[in-house]
């Protein structure tokens, strides 16, 4: 069985917003397994979980760069906030998207070896990355890049510096545009249902159908009738097909005008999207949680031992 810690519990609780003990049990269920503690969350709390999980926590900036139908967007982490609106640091998150467009370069190793300049550093990026990390004090990272060049016209959308959308489109530009917002607002996972990603759809049956094994075991515990198999099923289908209209971005109701859905309001303006990207700085990233708390203990505790 694994130690469940304190500051497991505080992690969990933040991406969740769950109460401290429910945290406590899941992860105790889960021995430890955070993702698994999630999922148990959401069959007991429902929906509040599973969005609450998705705030991200770790530093960075989204940059994009657009020449044409030429393109680039590039996520750039840092350490805390405060760096993130370090004139150096902007520059070289700008400097990298440029690059990224101009030379497509095959993966990030390879970007840090093209040339570029900046406060006295160089010749290669990788080489003011290095320097900016002696300057400025705190490490910093090109986390992940993607170049657009299919042909299609582009779009972006950047929300603040944290979030970066780009559209790959044909027709109005403004329509594609408000798509970008829409979709940094929204976050669908794909364009339509059918794209949505087998894990994803596997993974919201398996909640529904324990949500309802949840239910059924709530009703025979105070002896309510239980529902039959055939209704528990079509119940579980139903929140999977919900799901997928919920994150697929022609289903969703257009953020500007909820009286249409995306795919309508694109009918209407005669233009096609062909894909989208959206980034969100830190997605994925386990940021450290210290336990201060914790830390101090320690430390009174070393003292005491140490008289």
Do not use: W
């Not at 550093?121 to 300057?135: A, S």
């Not at 490490?139 to 299609?152: I, L, P, V, Y």
């Not at 109701?253 to 309001?265: G, T």
């Amino acid at each position: 069985m694994a130690a469940i810690t304190a500051s497991m519990v505080a992690e969990l609780r933040g991406k969740t917003d769950a109460p401290m003990m429910e945290c406590k049990r899941a992860l105790t269920e889960a021995e430890g397994d955070m993702v698994k503690a999630e999922e148990l969350l959401r069959v007991k709390l429902g929906s509040k979980a599973g969005k609450a999980a998705a705030r991200i926590t770790a530093e960075g900036v989204v940059s994009v760069c657009i020449e044409g139908t030429i393109g680039s967007m590039i996520e750039v982490n840092c350490e805390t906030d405060f760096v993130t609106k370090n004139d150096s640091f902007l520059a070289l998150a700008n400097a990298a998207a440029s690059l990224v467009a101009k030379h497509a370069p095959a993966e990030v190793a390879s970007l840090g070896t093209l040339e570029y300049a900046q406060d006295g550093f160089g010749p290669t990026l990788e080489d003011v990355r290095k320097g900016l990390i002696g300057k400025i004090g705190e490490n910093m990272t090109f986390r992940r890049f993607k170049r657009f060049a299919s042909g299609a016209k582009l779009a972006s959308y950047l929300h603040g510096t944290r979030i970066g959308v780009v559209v790959e489109f044909e027709g109005n530009d403004v329509a594609a545009k408000d798509v970008a917002m829409h979709v940094a607002a929204m976050k669908p996972v794909a364009l339509t249902s059918s794209d949505v990603p087998a894990e994803l759809v596997a993974r919201e049956r398996s909640v529904a159908a324990a949500k309802a094994a949840e239910d059924a075991s709530v009703a025979t515990a105070a002896g309510k009738p239980v529902q039959s198999a055939e209704i528990v099923a079509k119940r579980i289908e139903g929140g999977v097909q919900k799901y997928l209209k919920e994150v697929s971005l022609f289903n969703q109701q257009f953020v500007k005008n909820d009286k249409l859905s995306v795919e309508q309001m694109l009918k209407a303006a005669e233009t096609q999207v062909k894909a989208f990207t959206l980034y969100v700085v830190g997605e994925g990233i386990e940021k450290k949680v210290d336990d201060f708390a914790a830390e101090v203990a320690a430390q009174v505790a070393a003292a005491k031992q140490a008289g």
